[in-house]
């Protein structure tokens, strides 16, 4: 069983920045593709960032050169660095890991964090 644990989020000022992390209790975790996906209040959850186990990295558009993905694998961490944030980003943040890829399936998911923007 693998388990995510998500930290950093919080309220901002729109144009602010937040660093997300997760931390991944698995020996294994150069084994696994990690993401970031998140769930404005009445949408469905949507992919944000992903970035495979030989850390090829992929974003959404609406987020690229402002959101960037990076592993630690000595620290079995996952981050999300997001600046020039904006409103719209505002939404429960989860990070998810994949044996096969996270554009293909989701293996555990992490409980959640929440981040505000604020206008």
């Known amino acids: 069983q693998v388990q995510l644990v998500e930290s950093g989020g919080g309220l901002v000022q729109a144009g602010g920045s937040l660093r997300l992390s997760c931390a991944a209790s698995?020996?294994?975790?150069?084994?696994?593709?990690m993401g970031w996906f998140r769930q404005a209040p009445g949408k469905e959850r949507e992919f944000v960032a992903g970035i495979s186990r030989s850390g090829t990295t992929q974003v959404v558009d609406s987020v690229k050169g402002r959101f960037t993905i990076s592993r630690d694998s000595a620290k079995n961490t996952v981050f999300l660095q997001m600046n020039s944030l904006r409103p719209e980003d505002t939404a429960v943040y989860y990070c998810?890991?994949?044996?096969?890829?996270?554009?293909?399936?989701?293996?555990?998911w992490g409980q959640g964090t929440q981040v505000t923007v604020s206008s």
């Open positions: 698995v020996r294994t975790f150069s084994s696994y593709a």
């Open positions: 998810a890991a994949s044996r096969f890829g996270v554009d293909r399936s989701i293996d555990y």
